[in-house]
T-cell receptor, first 108, second 113 residues
Framework: DAKTTQPPSMDCAEGRAANLPCNHSTISGNEYVYWYRQIHSQGPQYIIHGLKNNETNEMASLIITEDRKSSTLILPHATLRDTAVYYCIVTDTDKLIFGTGTRLQVFP | NAGVTQTPKFQVLKTGQSMTLQCAQDMNHNSMYWYRQDPGMGLRLIYYSASEGTTDKGEVPNGYNVSRLNKREFSLRLESAAPSQTSVYFC????????????FGPGTRLTVT
């Protein structure tokens, strides 16, 4: 599986968009980009995934660059409940490899 | 619909003791997984099961055994607990191996003294 690089922490004001970057320069053609988050000490929660095209669901949007070497998770209107560790995972199997992620702190 | 449930929530063991962590899902999922998470770290895959009766090793299987007795339940056993196995253990499930959307349980916090 391709390795991912994420900033260790980010801050975001409540109500603003949170843009979380992820670099995956060694991604291969079969590998998807997945995003999960972990709130406090709970089990991780699936957010969104994509292969080439940008994706949007009720939780977030995923923007993947044309060369697929990086992506950005966008939470359009961050709330305090979005404070969590966000994991970017690149894989073509069901064996997810979690890095240390980005700790997003949403402040009032 | 409870999703993925895990028991117990907390456990303290002495070195050398054994125990089994239980996991059950009510979503009729085929695939199930066991992960561990050490403080400040991401999750690491211990074992997984693509279907009833099959199991495979993940990234960190040493010191653990698993059992998938039926479609709902996937247990993780520590035969002789060691302090290095102090961790939070998460169970997860997904519809099949081509669906990478995994649903996680609340975790079991295990301390080995």
């Amino acid at each position: 599986d391709a390795k991912t690089t994420q900033p260790p922490s980010m801050d975001c004001a409540e109500g603003r968009a949170a843009n979380l970057p992820c670099n995956h320069s060694t991604i291969s053609g079969n590998e998807y980009v997945y995003w999960y988050r972990q709130i406090h000490s709970q089990g991780p929660q699936y957010i969104i995934h994509g292969l080439k095209n940008n994706e949007t669901n009720e939780m977030a949007s995923l923007i993947i660059t044309e060369d697929r070497k990086s992506s950005t998770l966008i939470l359009p209107h961050a709330t305090l409940r979005d404070t969590a560790v966000y994991y970017c995972i690149v894989t073509d199997t069901d064996k997810l490899i979690f890095g240390t992620g980005t700790r997003l702190q949403v402040f009032p | 619909n409870a999703g993925v449930t895990q028991t117990p929530k907390f456990q303290v063991l002495k070195t050398g003791q054994s125990m089994t962590l239980q996991c059950a899902q009510d979503m009729n999922h085929n695939s199930m997984y066991w992960y561990r998470q050490d403080p400040g770290m991401g999750l690491r895959l211990i074992y997984y099961s693509a279907s009833e009766g099959t199991t495979d090793k993940g990234e960190v299987p040493n010191g653990y055994n698993v059992s998938r007795l039926n479609k709902r339940e996937f247990s993780l056993r520590l035969e002789s607990a060691a302090p290095s196995q102090t961790s939070v253990y998460f169970c997860a499930s997904s519809t099949d191996r081509n669906s990478y959307e995994q649903y996680f349980g609340p975790g079991t916090r295990l301390t080995v003294t």
